[in-house]
């Protein structure tokens, strides 16, 4: 995290934008969710989402892999460039959109599968040949600090592992078919505290490789874990700074308004 | 919640609202005893250090408490880190104080001064940054503050002034020597009042517009750029 005294500010420049959003609106019928978003997500680091409910955070989130376009009703206009190239054109290769920008859910949702099948499943969707899979397996557990509890109950179904172990599983399901973003929508609302330090702990982890973005009602969360931070408010993005600016000194007072509890 | 988080920092406000009144008038005593060249408030300078020691102490954990249970952010934060930082200044203002009659009892040794140099208007000067940064921190006045900031040249120069009279006297009248140590420590001690005057009012400058203004720090940076 950026949170070292004196720095505030520092990494705005020099970190390198790996989504970029232009003018992004968005609908659901005649019902205005996303309006003019401009913002930046730097490369391999964490940013996170905030704003009270129906602010619009998850439906930004969910652009990210075109996660709506199964919603009837949902439209969208705008912008949004991975690594400068389109991806809400009409030729986008959705399977392809999905392998590059994997998503996490409030709620662990492990396929009634083995702990072995449930990693392997994307590569295998993928056409991956089985001889690697194991390889792949292993190393998509140990990201996740899950090899050394799980090497021997690789053959267990994996829904009777506990709620953070499950969580964990499906970031090494994610991680097994090697993509570049993560999208975590509440990744820790249904773990306890010491499962959710820990999965906060992982995401530090994982952020050398890849970049994160987390939506979460949990403001401590967003605070400590999170290098950049952007508050929403009825579909738009108030505010967009590093973490430690947005929770010592907000610049608009809408944002000092929520992270303060006053009103949200 | 919000409601009782809010009454715990007015509280933590109002004690130091009191803790800045107690260190005022410390000052104000321990500078008329000097300039009427008289021992008889030095008690009630004494007394008040022991209230304002325990003020500093009560502060510092109402703020600790309200860091630990409530997690403040923004304008919350710093209004607590303000109030712990200004705790510090006030109880190392009331040691000044003490400072002053401890100096003025040996002063008092010797007979006046037939010039007492400028201290008077240093002290006046002084007194009013001290008055002014409480000021200040009491009605969040950023303009106030930045006035306390500008007048802290006044003080250091009127240091050196008195201090090089002083050295002038020693050299011309040697048995003069310990009463011109003595207003010498005096002028140091008045000049550690402004320092910390203008040291609070740059944490109000902090707290209430989250502005960074000691050492020169905004002007660093923006000369570094982005």
């Known amino acids: 995290m950026s949170t070292s005294a004196g720095v505030l500010g520092s990494r705005k420049t020099s970190a390198e934008a790996k989504i970029q959003v232009r003018k992004l609106e968005a609908w659901y019928g005649s019902f205005q969710a996303l309006k003019s978003i401009d913002l930046d997500i730097p490369s391999r680091a964490i940013t996170s989402m905030i704003g009270p409910s129906g602010c619009g955070k998850s439906t930004l989130l969910r652009c990210f892999n075109r996660m709506n376009d199964g919603i009837r009703g949902f439209r969208v206009a705008g912008e949004i460039r991975l690594d400068g190239g389109d991806i809400l054109g009409r030729g986008v290769e959705l399977t392809q959109l999905r392998k590059r920008v994997g998503m996490v859910f409030q709620r662990p949702n492990p396929f009634p599968l083995s702990v072995f099948e449930n990693v392997a499943y994307g590569r295998r969707v993928h056409g991956e040949n089985s001889s690697r899979l194991a390889d792949i397996v292993e190393k998509s557990l140990r990201a996740t600090g899950l090899w050394d509890d799980l090497k021997d109950r690789l053959g267990e179904n994996a829904l009777a592992l506990s709620a953070e172990q499950q969580q964990r599983l499906c970031i090494s399901r994610l991680l097994a078919v090697e993509p570049e973003v993560l999208l975590m929508d509440e990744p820790c609302s249904a773990l306890d505290p010491i499962a959710t330090a820990r999965i906060e702990e992982l995401m530090q982890e994982l952020k050398r490789n890849y970049t994160i973005l987390i939506v979460t009602h949990n403001m401590q969360q967003a605070s400590r874990a999170s290098d950049y931070c952007g508050f929403m408010w009825l579909g738009e993005l108030v505010e967009f700074a590093e973490t430690p600016v947005i929770f010592t000194k907000p610049r608009n007072p809408r944002t000092e308004g929520y992270v303060t509890g006053r009103f949200g | ?226």
């Open chain 2, 1 to 226: 919640m919000r409601r009782h988080f809010e009454e715990q920092i007015e509280e933590c406000n109002a004690r130091l609202v009191h803790m800045g009144a107690v260190a005022e008038r410390m000052i104000e005593k321990s500078i008329q005893c000097l300039l009427e060249r008289t021992a008889e408030g030095h008690e009630e300078v004494f007394q008040h250090e022991g209230e304002i020691n325990n003020l500093h102490i009560e502060i510092d954990e109402r703020v600790i408490s309200a860091l630990a249970l409530q997690h403040p952010v923004a304008t919350d934060l710093r209004l607590l880190v303000m109030a712990t930082k200004i705790a510090g200044e006030l109880e190392r203002v009331g040691d000044q104080a003490v400072n002053i009659c401890q100096n003025t009892a040996s002063l008092l040794k010797h007979p006046p001064a037939e010039v007492l140099t400028n201290i008077p208007e240093m002290a006046d000067v002084v007194r009013g940054m001290l008055r002014e940064s409480l000021e200040a921190f009491v009605r969040r006045d950023v303009e106030l503050a930045q006035k306390v900031l500008d007048t802290d040249d006044q003080a250091d120069d009127f240091k050196d002034q008195i201090f090089f009279q002083l050295l002038g006297n020693m050299m011309t009248e040697p048995p003069t020597i310990p009463r011109a140590l003595a207003l010498i420590l005096v002028s140091r001690n008045l000049e550690r009042v402004a320092d910390h005057a203008t040291n609070i009012a740059e944490e109000v400058i902090y707290a209430v517009q989250g502005r960074d203004v000691r050492h020169h720090h905004e002007e660093t940076r923006q000369s570094e750029g982005p």
